[in-house]
């Protein structure tokens, strides 16, 4: 028998699931795949940079397609313009209103130039700014979903006031009075992820990363070497069980065998699941409660 690499596995596998099919030639892939993975070293924090950079790794989007049938998408900032790097708007949640704000990559490569590929300009946190006072106003819990390699660094996004737009999420988020849930689902970049998580709830999915910033810009830094990236990835102790364990996220979501993009509905699924317990628990305090939960949380970091 001609030997089958992983990416051919996967790529079965994918296409299997894609027709919905439930069968015996399905699971031996998957138990083939899993042979494969054992047989091979424990995966590095390298690793899991590349499985967050998938490209065919699920978008923001992707997730409100499944969580969130009756999203309704609101647009701009109410200053400058609007920037598609953020998709945010209000849907309903097991039957109560919430506010979405998300951080969409891109899956095309029209998608990834409209969304400057994650990388935020100052309007994307203006808009979020936005739509979480107005989640604050009407008693709506906010969902983060967060997914940027960093903010834009751009000349243009400076001049505009980018370091301050970000401060300005960090001043306005950890005291909105109404619970926040996030969820790292992709690469958690330097300041530009860290505007969105700041939340009463924050949860990485299983191969997702949250650092201060790139591995390769923390080895070009370091070493003014690039190609050091892997080695980087191992000091920045950006993974989640790594950050679970220092107390800086709340939990992991775990992921179909082999990474998200194998399987979304499922993936998305545990997203429901952790979603739904914590906004019933957070909906029992009292503002002053939640307040003073959140305002601890992030001094004890």
């Known amino acids: 028998m001609e030997e089958v690499t992983r990416?051919?596995?996967?790529?079965?596998?994918?296409?299997?699931?894609?027709?919905?099919?439930?069968?015996?030639?399905?699971?031996?892939?998957i138990e083939q795949l899993k042979q494969l993975d054992d047989a091979l070293e424990p995966k590095t924090a390298w690793d899991i940079v590349q499985l967050a950079r998938h490209k065919e790794r699920p978008t923001a989007k992707q997730y409100i397609e499944q969580l969130f049938p009756d999203f309704f998408e609101l647009h701009g900032d109410r200053r400058t313009g609007d920037d598609s790097a953020v998709i945010g708007g209000i849907a309903t949640f097991k039957g109560k209103p919430?506010?979405?704000?998300?951080?969409?990559?891109?899956?095309?490569?029209?998608?990834?130039?409209?969304?400057?590929?994650?990388?935020?300009?100052p309007e994307g946190y203006h808009k979020a700014i936005r739509l979480a006072k107005q989640a604050e106003k009407f008693k709506r819990p906010i969902i983060f979903l967060i997914d940027t390699p960093g903010a834009y660094p751009g000349l243009e996004a400076e001049q505009r006031g980018q370091g301050d737009a970000i401060a300005r999420c960090l001043f306005e988020f950890i005291d909105l009075q109404t619970p926040i849930v996030s969820f790292l689902v992709g690469e958690g970049g330097s300041g530009?992820?860290?505007?969105?998580?700041?939340?009463?709830?924050?949860?990485?999915?299983?191969?997702?990363?949250?650092?201060?910033?790139?591995?390769?810009?923390?080895?070009?830094?370091?070493?003014?070497?690039?190609?050091?990236?892997a080695e980087a990835a191992e000091l920045l102790q950006l993974d989640a069980a790594t950050l679970a364990k220092k107390g800086i996220i709340d939990g992991i979501i775990a992921e179909p065998y082999g990474g998200a993009h194998m399987n979304v509905a499922?993936?998305?699924?545990?997203?429901?699941?952790?979603?739904e317990h914590d906004l019933k628990e957070l909906e029992k305090l009292s503002t002053y409660k939640l307040l003073q939960q959140r305002q601890r949380k992030y001094r004890n970091v």
Do not use: C
Not at 98 to 121: P, S
Not at 195 to 221: K, V, W
Not at 266 to 275: D, N, R, V
């Open 7 to 29: 990416e051919q596995l996967q790529h079965m596998i994918q296409q299997l699931r894609a027709e919905n099919a439930a069968n015996a030639e399905l699971e031996l892939l």
């Open 98 to 121: 919430v506010t979405i704000i998300a951080q969409e990559k891109g899956r095309t490569t029209e998608e990834k130039i409209a969304t400057n590929f994650g990388m935020l300009h």
């Open 192 to 229: 530009g992820a860290l505007a969105f998580a700041i939340a009463d709830r924050l949860y990485m999915l299983e191969n997702t990363i949250y650092s201060i910033l790139s591995p390769e810009g923390f080895a070009s830094i370091l070493w003014k070497d690039a190609s050091r990236a």
């Open 266 to 275: 499922q993936t998305a699924a545990k997203i429901e699941l952790q979603l």
